[in-house]
């Protein structure tokens, strides 16, 4: 984690020298050129540049450094669900996506939300990630590996892990992809695991439920919730940054795990594909 921390915010002290060195240079140009009275479409570019440096310092780590996404869904193409006009876009940068992961940006001025909506209106340009695998295949991948004793698409399934009925709206197949084969790599918020040790010498993985001062309820894989008072418990251990979901790397060929992104990335609730 600190590494990454490390190497981001090192791309950003990049990214943000760089974007200094080009204004100035294009300001300039602009100045030599037309003396002070700067076009329409030169002001649109204007933001636009503005645009990528606060992206990428508000927005890149989660949507990609290029907008293709990450964590957050790929921004760059023609349509977004979520942000139809400049105006809910802007509402969305402002507000965020506070059950989806998202934060809010109410810090942000006008001006800066306006030049970040040009900046992610400019990547419709950008080809989305091509999906390689076929999506009614992945469907079967997904109930062969019982994937929804813990999932629940579309109202079937157990609810261990998140809801996957919008999941390609929320993440990119890049990130799907990795969330199969690594689930630890990267484990949302809400989804603490632990391991709870009884004094009479069993113990419990699972996921945390609910916890105050003096009980705690946990629910194993299996989706059973087991409660304890914590007077009673031997020992507590978070595994913090550990999944209770067993990665699959190694455990599905490449056209499988293929298929199965496929089917994932088009969970997009009303808008389904088939
Ligand atoms: C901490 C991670 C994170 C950061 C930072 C972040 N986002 Fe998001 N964003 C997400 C996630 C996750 C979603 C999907 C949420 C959902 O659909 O439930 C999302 C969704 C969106 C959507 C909706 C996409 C659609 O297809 O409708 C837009 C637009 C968006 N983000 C823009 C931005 C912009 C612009 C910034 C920077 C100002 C930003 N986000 C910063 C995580 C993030
Ligand atoms: C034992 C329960 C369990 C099983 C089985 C399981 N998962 Fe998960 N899954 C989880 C949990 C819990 C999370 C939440 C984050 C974490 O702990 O990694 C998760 C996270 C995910 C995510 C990331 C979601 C996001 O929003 O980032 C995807 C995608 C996913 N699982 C797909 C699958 C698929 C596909 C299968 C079957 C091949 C599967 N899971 C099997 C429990 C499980």
Redesign the pocket.
Known sequence: MGETLNSFSLLVGLVASRRQVARTLFVCSVGLAFGSFASGAQTAELADREGFG??QQ??S???GVDGRGG?????A?PR????QTDEE?AM??AR??P?????R?SH?SEEDTDA??SF?RSLTQVEEEPLTGDPARGAEVYLDNSCDACHIVDGVGIQVGPELS?VG???SAAHLRESLLDPNASVPTGYEFLRARTSDGTSVEGLLVNEDTFAIQLRDASGRVHSYEKAELEGLQRRRGRSIMRPYRGRLSGQELDDLVAYLATRRGGDQQP
């Open positions: 606060l992206f508000h927005c780590r989660c949507h964590e957050g869904p790929t921004l193409k977004l669900a979520r942000a876009l969305v940068i965020g996506i059950d989806g992961g998202m934060p940006n942000l970040i909506v992610v919008e709206l929320k993440r």
